[in-house]
């Protein structure tokens, strides 16, 4: 029993550190996307909600409750498929980390004079300042996208994805020995899963999916997405982390600048 606690000690500690970003990051995703609502959808949710503040808190808890849960169980997972890295930051890894991260966010801030030039409601969102002159926006795509994402994403589902395909077809190897093409798949399924749970709100922004809205989804959260789950399992979560919430940083600055 001692034994089994012990085990569970570092991944509860580790979840318990991510629950303030995790909080104020899913509070801020809230208001962000509230504002971002076309007026009657968000005249809708605020009634449903009881008001703003409700939702705020709503938003806050659900991150936490997310974080928390997968938080503690992708580190198991991640530390039973020998992911799992020290946590801590090496120079070695920093400087490959930056060359991702500023590689990702020049891909990504292209967004406003590629899809922008044919999807007006990209062009407005970026020169409404939406998504660049909001604190909300920029906190909830810091520590939302950047930490709790790379929790659920990568940590957790990246982690699990790996270690089913290890179970059910190299049975037979022990932890050293899984294949790297199991990772690299469990990469790609991820990736676009991701971009996949970015489709709601992408209806809500344009209120149909349409070829070109897809392809835009897909392309910008799926190959950003296979950029971070390659952090993860060359370096470690933290990482991971860095590139995503320093893409979005990087993205944001030239969009402030330039639009």
Not at 72 to 87: D, E, F, K, Q, T
Not at 129 to 135: D, E, I, K, P
Not at 217 to 245: D, K, P
């Amino acid at each position: 029993m001692n034994q089994r606690n012990r085990a569970w000690k570092a991944p509860v500690l580790f979840a318990l550190c991510l629950l303030p970003f995790a909080a104020v990051g899913g509070w801020c995703t809230g208001s962000y996307s509230l504002a971002s609502f076309p007026e009657e959808l968000h005249q809708s949710v605020l009634a449903q909600a009881g008001g703003a503040m409700p939702l705020y808190f709503l938003t806050a808890i659900q991150s936490a409750m997310l974080a928390f849960v997968c938080g503690a169980v992708g580190y198991v997972l991640s530390r039973a498929v020998g992911l799992m890295r020290p946590l801590g930051l090496k120079k070695d890894k920093l400087l490959p980390t930056l060359w991702v991260t500023l590689g990702c966010g020049a891909f990504f801030s292209l967004d406003y004079w590629t899809f922008g030039r044919w999807l007006p409601q990209v062009r407005e969102s970026y020169e409404s300042g939406l998504l660049t002159r909001r604190l909300d926006n920029w906190l909830s795509s810091t520590l939302y996208g950047g930490i709790i994402e790379e929790v659920l994403l990568r940590l957790f589902l990246m982690s699990l994805v790996a270690f089913l395909i290890w179970k059910l077809f190299f049975r037979n190897c022990n932890r050293e020995e899984i294949p790297q093409g199991v990772f690299i798949a469990a990469n790609i399924l991820c990736a676009l899963l991701f971009a996949a749970g970015h489709l709601p709100a992408t209806v809500a922004m344009f209120g149909a999916l349409t070829p070109l809205v897809v392809v835009r989804c897909f392309l910008l959260n799926g190959g950003l997405g296979l950029a971070f789950g390659w952090l993860y399992r060359r370096y470690g979560i933290q990482y991971a982390m860095m590139g995503h919430a320093g893409a979005h940083v990087g993205s944001k600055l030239v969009w402030l600048m330039l639009t």
